[in-house]
């Protein structure tokens, strides 16, 4: 039977409505999965003992956060300078992406659960690289008072970092400063510091009882080269970090642009993409998917224990390894 006209409109009012409820519903439910974001800027001006005593007093108002994830910047970025804020880009989960190197860490963490909470961590990281590499130990050592204030406050609560090339000196700094546990899990994507400091960090010991994901992949080689040869530490202070492979238990590297890995991340559902292209810094957070291993690691644990990636990239890693070991040897 032929519907009338009257009939057709009413027809297409219930449809619109009900995809305008849904919608709605849908950007409620998202709302409220999307991380609780605080924000914390190292070095600004404002000090630092002020700032946690403003975000412990945000926490209070909500319910114990199921988990702490400390976001770090790497180089180029700072909290004072409006067009270079990681607040407004990617540490806002619901920032417009300028362009891919600010894509939205809290966004991308879009299967954490509920409860958790990032933390945007800011530090001046623009100017002279020499500046900032003698600026990110500073920022480390305020790191470390904040995560010291969090485990004072929470003390069952699991706080974890992760961070993007020079963010992961601070957070080698910060280990000197902290105990054995005050962190439970890190991730170092394309880090950007010398071996020396690195072993003298992981010596310490929250370094050998934070449970490290080192991210690696030739398209980042020629970046590690090059710092590698700056020798912003000084001479004598060893390879870049993702030149060579720590032997530790509690650490171990992925090499995102190797299919075997890729492959063996897909078998136990974790779907990563794979490379896009031949030089990039920044794809340890931009690649497809990337944020599912990182949301396993970080929020599922037991879902994914590191001996399950050492054993993965175990037999996965000798050419890359090899390649790596040669392109990071100035002669």
Same mark, same amino acid.
């Given at each position: 039977?032929?519907?009338?006209?009257?009939?057709?409109?009413?027809?297409?009012?219930? @449809?619109?409505?009900?995809?305008?409820?849904?919608?709605?519903?849908? !950007?409620?439910?998202?709302?409220?999965?999307?991380?609780? @974001?605080? *924000?914390?800027?190292?070095?600004?001006?404002?000090?630092?003992?002020?700032?946690?005593?403003?975000?412990?007093?945000?926490?209070?108002?909500?319910?114990?956060?199921?988990?702490?994830?400390?976001?770090?910047?790497?180089?180029?970025?700072?909290?004072?300078? *409006?067009?270079?804020?990681?607040?407004?880009?990617?540490?806002?989960?619901?920032?417009?992406?300028?362009?891919?190197?600010?894509?939205?860490?809290?966004?991308?963490?879009?299967?954490?659960?509920?409860?958790?909470?990032?933390?945007?961590?800011?530090?001046?990281?623009?100017?002279?690289?020499?500046?900032?590499?003698?600026?990110?130990?500073?920022?480390?050592?305020?790191?470390?008072?904040?995560?010291?204030?969090?485990?004072?406050?929470?003390?069952?609560?699991?706080?974890?970092?992760?961070?993007?090339?020079?963010?992961?000196? @601070?957070?080698?700094?910060?280990?000197?400063?902290?105990?054995?546990?005050?962190?439970?899990?890190?991730?170092?994507?394309?880090?950007?510091?010398?071996?020396?400091?690195?072993?003298?960090?992981?010596?310490?010991?929250? =370094?050998?009882?934070?449970?490290?994901?080192?991210? !690696?992949?030739?398209?980042?080689?020629?970046?590690?080269?090059?710092?590698?040869?700056?020798?912003?530490?000084?001479?004598?202070?060893?390879?870049?970090?993702?030149?060579?492979?720590?032997?530790?238990?509690?650490? @171990?590297?992925?090499?995102?642009?190797?299919?075997?890995?890729?492959?063996?991340?897909?078998?136990?559902?974790?779907?990563? =993409?794979?490379?896009?292209? *031949?030089?990039?810094?920044?794809?340890?957070?931009?690649?497809?998917?990337?944020?599912?291993?990182?949301?396993?690691?970080?929020?599922?644990?037991?879902?994914?224990?590191?001996?399950?990636?050492?054993?993965?990239? !175990?037999?996965?890693?000798?050419?890359?390894?090899?390649?790596?070991?040669?392109?990071?040897?100035?002669?």
């Amino acid at each position: 039977m032929a519907h009338t006209p009257q009939l057709s409109l009413k027809i297409q009012e219930t @449809v619109i409505c009900a995809l305008y409820f849904l919608g709605h519903l849908r !950007a409620t439910v998202l709302s409220e999965m999307l991380m609780k @974001v605080a *924000r914390i800027n190292s070095l600004s001006g404002a000090p630092l003992s002020e700032q946690i005593a403003e975000l412990e007093a945000q926490l209070s108002l909500q319910e114990t956060p199921s988990a702490f994830v400390i976001m770090i910047h790497g180089y180029k970025f700072d909290s004072t300078q *409006r067009h270079h804020c990681p607040h407004a880009t990617m540490f806002n989960p619901s920032a417009v992406e300028q362009d891919y190197r600010t894509l939205s860490w809290p966004d991308a963490f879009h299967m954490a659960p509920a409860g958790s909470c990032a933390i945007g961590f800011s530090w001046p990281a623009r100017g002279r690289l020499k500046s900032v590499y003698d600026l990110a130990a500073r920022a480390g050592v305020e790191l470390g008072q904040l995560i010291k204030a969090l485990r004072s406050n929470y003390p069952k609560t699991p706080i974890h970092l992760m961070a993007h090339s020079m963010g992961a000196r @601070v957070v080698l700094r910060a280990f000197h400063t902290l105990g054995a546990g005050n962190i439970e899990r890190a991730i170092l994507m394309f880090p950007a510091e010398y071996e020396v400091p690195s072993e003298a960090a992981l010596n310490t010991d929250a =370094g050998q009882t934070c449970e490290i994901l080192t991210i !690696a992949s030739r398209e980042n080689a020629f970046y590690e080269y090059l710092f590698s040869w700056m020798n912003l530490a000084g001479h004598q202070m060893g390879r870049a970090f993702g030149g060579y492979q720590p032997s530790r238990t509690n650490h @171990v590297t992925v090499w995102i642009d190797r299919k075997e890995i890729i492959d063996a991340l897909h078998s136990m559902d974790i779907q990563v =993409g794979t490379r896009k292209r *031949r030089l990039c810094h920044w794809s340890a957070y931009t690649r497809t998917g990337i944020f599912n291993l990182y949301a396993r690691w970080l929020f599922h644990p037991r879902q994914l224990p590191i001996t399950t990636l050492q054993r993965i990239t !175990a037999t996965n890693t000798t050419r890359s390894n090899e390649f790596s070991m040669a392109l990071h040897t100035p002669a």
